[in-house]
Protein backbone atom coordinates (compact mmCIF):
# COMPACT_ATOMS: atom_id res chain seq x y z
CA UNK A 1 0.00 0.00 0.00
CA UNK A 2 2.61 2.28 0.75
CA UNK A 3 4.41 1.42 -2.97
CA UNK A 4 0.94 2.33 -4.18
CA UNK A 5 0.66 4.96 -2.84
CA UNK A 6 3.83 6.76 -3.44
CA UNK A 7 3.29 5.86 -7.44
CA UNK A 8 0.05 7.46 -7.28
CA UNK A 9 2.42 11.17 -6.19
CA UNK A 10 5.25 10.82 -8.27
CA UNK A 11 3.95 14.02 -10.74
CA UNK A 12 4.05 16.05 -7.19
CA UNK A 13 8.15 15.41 -6.94
CA UNK A 14 10.53 18.19 -8.31
CA UNK A 15 12.81 17.58 -11.55
CA UNK A 16 12.71 14.80 -13.77
CA UNK A 17 15.90 13.42 -12.35
CA UNK A 18 13.82 12.31 -9.13
CA UNK A 19 11.02 11.49 -10.76
CA UNK A 20 12.92 8.75 -12.65
CA UNK A 21 14.57 7.46 -9.62
CA UNK A 22 11.50 7.33 -7.58
CA UNK A 23 10.20 5.45 -10.52
CA UNK A 24 13.20 2.97 -10.22
CA UNK A 25 12.33 2.32 -6.55
CA UNK A 26 9.36 1.91 -6.94
CA UNK A 27 9.62 -1.07 -9.89
CA UNK A 28 12.52 -2.67 -7.86
CA UNK A 29 9.97 -2.90 -4.73
CA UNK A 30 7.25 -4.30 -6.96
CA UNK A 31 9.77 -6.80 -8.86
CA UNK A 32 11.12 -8.29 -5.06
CA UNK A 33 7.32 -8.45 -3.70
CA UNK A 34 6.14 -10.50 -6.76
CA UNK A 35 9.61 -12.67 -6.18
CA UNK A 36 8.40 -13.27 -2.82
CA UNK A 37 4.40 -13.89 -3.84
CA UNK A 38 6.30 -16.46 -6.49
CA UNK A 39 8.11 -18.01 -3.92
CA UNK A 40 5.26 -18.27 -1.42
CA UNK A 41 2.72 -20.01 -3.86
CA UNK A 42 4.92 -22.59 -4.38
CA UNK A 43 5.68 -23.40 -1.22
CA UNK A 44 2.09 -23.27 -0.83
CA UNK A 45 1.87 -26.03 -3.79
CA UNK A 46 4.04 -28.35 -1.98
CA UNK A 47 1.57 -28.38 1.45
CA UNK A 48 -1.31 -28.65 -1.18
CA UNK A 49 0.07 -31.71 -2.45
CA UNK A 50 0.93 -33.02 1.14
CA UNK A 51 -2.22 -32.05 2.61
CA UNK A 52 -3.87 -33.98 -0.16
CA UNK A 53 -1.67 -37.09 0.54
CA UNK A 54 -2.44 -37.07 4.11
CA UNK A 55 -6.19 -36.53 3.32
CA UNK A 56 -5.84 -40.51 0.79
CA UNK A 57 -5.28 -41.85 4.71
CA UNK A 58 -8.44 -44.16 4.82
CA UNK A 59 -7.74 -44.17 8.93
CA UNK A 60 -8.56 -40.04 9.51
CA UNK A 61 -11.11 -39.93 11.95
CA UNK A 62 -14.01 -37.32 10.26
CA UNK A 63 -12.49 -34.44 12.28
CA UNK A 64 -9.28 -34.92 10.98
CA UNK A 65 -10.97 -34.91 7.23
CA UNK A 66 -12.63 -31.80 8.10
CA UNK A 67 -9.48 -30.24 9.96
CA UNK A 68 -7.47 -31.22 5.90
CA UNK A 69 -10.02 -29.96 4.02
CA UNK A 70 -10.37 -26.66 5.71
CA UNK A 71 -6.66 -26.05 5.53
CA UNK A 72 -6.64 -27.18 1.69
CA UNK A 73 -9.16 -24.71 1.38
CA UNK A 74 -7.58 -21.89 3.28
CA UNK A 75 -4.30 -22.33 1.04
CA UNK A 76 -6.65 -22.57 -2.10
CA UNK A 77 -8.31 -18.96 -1.26
CA UNK A 78 -4.74 -16.93 -0.07
CA UNK A 79 -3.65 -18.55 -3.72
CA UNK A 80 -6.47 -16.97 -5.22
CA UNK A 81 -5.67 -13.39 -3.55
CA UNK A 82 -1.93 -13.89 -4.22
CA UNK A 83 -2.59 -14.25 -7.94
CA UNK A 84 -4.62 -11.04 -7.53
CA UNK A 85 -1.65 -9.30 -5.98
CA UNK A 86 0.66 -10.36 -8.62
CA UNK A 87 -1.61 -9.27 -11.36
CA UNK A 88 -1.72 -6.04 -9.61
CA UNK A 89 1.77 -5.89 -9.60
CA UNK A 90 2.33 -6.22 -13.15
CA UNK A 91 -0.46 -3.77 -14.31
CA UNK A 92 1.50 -1.02 -11.88
CA UNK A 93 5.11 -2.03 -13.63
CA UNK A 94 3.48 -1.54 -16.58
CA UNK A 95 2.38 1.88 -15.59
CA UNK A 96 5.81 2.73 -14.27
CA UNK A 97 7.36 1.53 -17.53
CA UNK A 98 4.71 4.45 -19.32
CA UNK A 99 5.55 6.66 -16.99
CA UNK A 100 9.32 6.48 -17.19
CA UNK A 101 9.00 6.69 -20.97
CA UNK A 102 6.82 10.25 -21.17
CA UNK A 103 9.51 11.63 -18.74
CA UNK A 104 11.42 14.37 -20.96
CA UNK A 105 15.00 12.60 -22.14
CA UNK A 106 18.06 14.55 -20.43
CA UNK A 107 18.94 17.78 -22.67
CA UNK A 108 22.57 17.11 -22.28
CA UNK A 109 25.11 14.58 -20.75
CA UNK A 110 28.79 13.96 -20.64
CA UNK A 111 29.90 10.38 -22.42
CA UNK A 112 32.83 8.28 -20.73
CA UNK A 113 35.28 9.66 -22.69
CA UNK A 114 34.70 13.21 -22.08
CA UNK A 115 31.95 14.67 -25.12
CA UNK A 116 29.32 16.74 -24.51
CA UNK A 117 26.02 16.07 -26.29
CA UNK A 118 23.48 18.20 -26.60
CA UNK A 119 19.75 17.39 -27.49
CA UNK A 120 17.97 18.50 -30.46
CA UNK A 121 15.12 17.93 -32.50
CA UNK A 122 11.80 16.82 -31.66
CA UNK A 123 9.78 13.37 -31.11
CA UNK A 124 11.42 10.44 -32.74
CA UNK A 125 13.28 12.93 -34.54
CA UNK A 126 15.05 14.04 -31.48
CA UNK A 127 18.91 12.96 -30.90
CA UNK A 128 22.33 14.01 -29.87
CA UNK A 129 24.90 15.76 -31.03
CA UNK A 130 28.67 16.69 -29.81
CA UNK A 131 28.56 20.42 -28.87
CA UNK A 132 32.33 20.72 -30.69
CA UNK A 133 33.91 18.88 -33.00
CA UNK A 134 36.11 15.83 -31.68
CA UNK A 135 39.49 16.98 -30.62
CA UNK A 136 42.68 15.89 -31.39
CA UNK A 137 42.57 14.22 -27.71
CA UNK A 138 39.71 12.10 -27.69
CA UNK A 139 40.57 11.02 -31.41
CA UNK A 140 43.71 9.78 -30.62
CA UNK A 141 42.98 8.30 -27.76
CA UNK A 142 40.08 6.42 -29.06
CA UNK A 143 42.11 5.19 -31.91
CA UNK A 144 44.45 3.83 -29.29
CA UNK A 145 41.51 1.96 -27.69
CA UNK A 146 40.99 0.58 -31.22
CA UNK A 147 44.39 -0.37 -31.43
CA UNK A 148 44.72 -2.33 -28.25
CA UNK A 149 41.26 -1.53 -26.00
CA UNK A 150 43.75 0.26 -23.43
CA UNK A 151 41.51 2.62 -21.04
CA UNK A 152 41.34 6.23 -21.84
CA UNK A 153 43.51 8.41 -19.45
CA UNK A 154 42.23 11.46 -18.20
CA UNK A 155 44.54 13.40 -21.22
CA UNK A 156 41.30 12.26 -23.42
CA UNK A 157 39.04 14.96 -21.17
CA UNK A 158 41.29 17.70 -21.86
CA UNK A 159 40.70 20.52 -24.24
CA UNK A 160 42.85 20.71 -27.72
CA UNK A 161 42.09 21.79 -31.52
CA UNK A 162 39.59 20.12 -33.37
CA UNK A 163 40.73 17.21 -35.23
CA UNK A 164 41.37 17.84 -39.15
CA UNK A 165 42.45 16.92 -42.07
CA UNK A 166 40.61 13.61 -41.49
CA UNK A 167 38.51 11.54 -44.88
CA UNK A 168 35.57 10.76 -43.89
CA UNK A 169 36.45 7.04 -43.71
CA UNK A 170 38.68 7.78 -41.44
CA UNK A 171 36.10 9.68 -38.83
CA UNK A 172 33.91 6.23 -39.71
CA UNK A 173 36.06 4.36 -38.12
CA UNK A 174 36.32 5.92 -35.55
CA UNK A 175 32.82 6.24 -34.95
CA UNK A 176 32.83 2.45 -34.61
CA UNK A 177 35.74 2.70 -31.85
CA UNK A 178 33.33 5.15 -30.27
CA UNK A 179 30.50 3.09 -30.17
CA UNK A 180 32.24 0.28 -29.06
CA UNK A 181 33.93 2.09 -26.19
CA UNK A 182 30.74 4.21 -25.12
CA UNK A 183 28.38 1.24 -25.32
CA UNK A 184 26.18 2.79 -27.71
CA UNK A 185 26.03 3.65 -31.56
CA UNK A 186 28.13 6.76 -32.52
CA UNK A 187 27.81 8.00 -35.95
CA UNK A 188 28.38 10.91 -38.07
CA UNK A 189 25.47 13.44 -38.95
CA UNK A 190 23.55 13.75 -42.14
CA UNK A 191 22.27 16.55 -43.40
CA UNK A 192 18.95 16.85 -41.57
CA UNK A 193 20.96 16.51 -38.55
CA UNK A 194 23.34 19.18 -39.37
CA UNK A 195 20.32 21.30 -40.66
CA UNK A 196 18.69 21.15 -37.13
CA UNK A 197 21.86 22.30 -35.39
CA UNK A 198 22.57 25.03 -37.92
CA UNK A 199 18.89 26.16 -36.91
CA UNK A 200 20.05 25.70 -32.93
CA UNK A 201 23.28 27.82 -33.89
CA UNK A 202 25.28 24.59 -33.39
CA UNK A 203 27.61 24.38 -36.04
CA UNK A 204 31.06 24.95 -35.30
CA UNK A 205 32.87 27.80 -37.36
CA UNK A 206 34.88 24.66 -39.35
CA UNK A 207 33.64 22.39 -42.13
CA UNK A 208 32.49 19.45 -40.91
CA UNK A 209 31.87 15.67 -42.58
CA UNK A 210 28.06 14.99 -43.08
CA UNK A 211 27.05 10.86 -43.80
CA UNK A 212 24.74 11.97 -46.46
CA UNK A 213 25.67 11.43 -50.26
CA UNK A 214 25.63 14.18 -52.93
CA UNK A 215 22.12 13.86 -54.09
CA UNK A 216 21.09 13.12 -57.37
CA UNK A 217 20.47 16.17 -59.27
CA UNK A 218 21.94 15.69 -62.63
CA UNK A 219 24.88 18.17 -62.20
CA UNK A 220 26.03 15.65 -59.18
CA UNK A 221 25.48 12.90 -61.28
CA UNK A 222 27.42 13.87 -63.60
CA UNK A 223 30.17 14.72 -61.34
CA UNK A 224 29.73 11.29 -59.79
CA UNK A 225 30.55 9.82 -63.50
CA UNK A 226 33.30 11.82 -63.74
CA UNK A 227 35.17 10.85 -60.84
CA UNK A 228 33.66 7.50 -60.48
CA UNK A 229 33.32 7.26 -57.23
CA UNK A 230 30.99 8.28 -54.25
CA UNK A 231 30.68 12.09 -53.11
CA UNK A 232 30.16 12.85 -49.31
CA UNK A 233 28.77 16.51 -48.21
CA UNK A 234 30.92 18.77 -46.25
CA UNK A 235 28.75 20.85 -44.10
CA UNK A 236 30.81 24.37 -45.07
CA UNK A 237 29.89 27.44 -42.77
CA UNK A 238 31.91 29.72 -45.00
CA UNK A 239 30.19 28.67 -48.11
CA UNK A 240 33.05 27.78 -50.29
CA UNK A 241 31.12 25.61 -52.30
CA UNK A 242 27.90 28.09 -52.41
CA UNK A 243 25.16 27.44 -54.85
CA UNK A 244 24.16 30.79 -55.22
CA UNK A 245 27.68 31.33 -57.29
CA UNK A 246 28.27 30.30 -60.91
CA UNK A 247 28.02 25.83 -60.65
CA UNK A 248 31.18 24.26 -62.31
CA UNK A 249 30.44 20.47 -61.18
CA UNK A 250 29.67 20.12 -64.88
CA UNK A 251 33.17 21.44 -65.51
CA UNK A 252 36.34 22.61 -63.64
CA UNK A 253 35.60 21.42 -59.99
CA UNK A 254 35.49 25.02 -58.31
CA UNK A 255 38.50 25.18 -55.77
CA UNK A 256 37.08 24.13 -52.04
CA UNK A 257 40.03 23.99 -49.95
CA UNK A 258 39.15 23.83 -46.14
CA UNK A 259 41.69 24.99 -43.47
CA UNK A 260 39.89 22.58 -41.14
CA UNK A 261 37.83 19.53 -41.54
CA UNK A 262 36.59 18.12 -38.84
CA UNK A 263 33.65 15.89 -37.76
CA UNK A 264 30.59 16.02 -35.06
CA UNK A 265 29.35 12.66 -33.88
CA UNK A 266 25.19 11.83 -33.08
CA UNK A 267 23.46 9.50 -30.91
CA UNK A 268 20.51 8.15 -30.89
CA UNK A 269 17.73 9.56 -28.37
CA UNK A 270 17.74 6.24 -26.08
CA UNK A 271 21.52 6.59 -25.75
CA UNK A 272 20.57 9.76 -23.28
CA UNK A 273 17.30 7.67 -21.77
CA UNK A 274 19.22 4.33 -20.91
CA UNK A 275 22.78 6.45 -19.82
CA UNK A 276 20.63 8.58 -17.31
CA UNK A 277 18.72 4.99 -15.41
CA UNK A 278 22.26 3.43 -15.48
CA UNK A 279 23.61 6.64 -13.39
CA UNK A 280 20.16 6.23 -11.11
CA UNK A 281 20.22 2.76 -10.61
CA UNK A 282 24.15 3.31 -9.62
CA UNK A 283 22.87 5.47 -6.93
CA UNK A 284 19.95 3.65 -5.88
CA UNK A 285 22.56 0.95 -4.90
CA UNK A 286 25.13 3.33 -2.84
CA UNK A 287 22.41 4.35 -1.23
CA UNK A 288 21.35 0.79 0.06
Not at 41 to 56: D, K, Y
Not at 93 to 100: C, G, H, V, W
Not at 182 to 194: A, C, H, I, V
Request: overall charge positive; glycine content about 6%; some cysteine.
Amino acid sequence: EKNLAAMSSLRQIPGDDAQTKECLRLGKNFRLLDTAIHNARARQVELIGLINLMGENRSLLPQEVTYINHYRQKLKEIGTKQETMQEVLKNKLRELQRYLASIPPPRSFISNCGLKMLLLGRGNQAFYISEIPISEAVYQAISAFQQNEQQLSGAALKQTPPQGNLSIDQAEIFCQGLSKFEGFPYSLPERKELAWAERAKLIPQIAVWCRSKWSPEWEELEAQKRFGISLYTVWDPQRVLSTSQESGLSGELKNAAYLQLGFLVITPLRTGRQLRLQRLQAELLDTQ
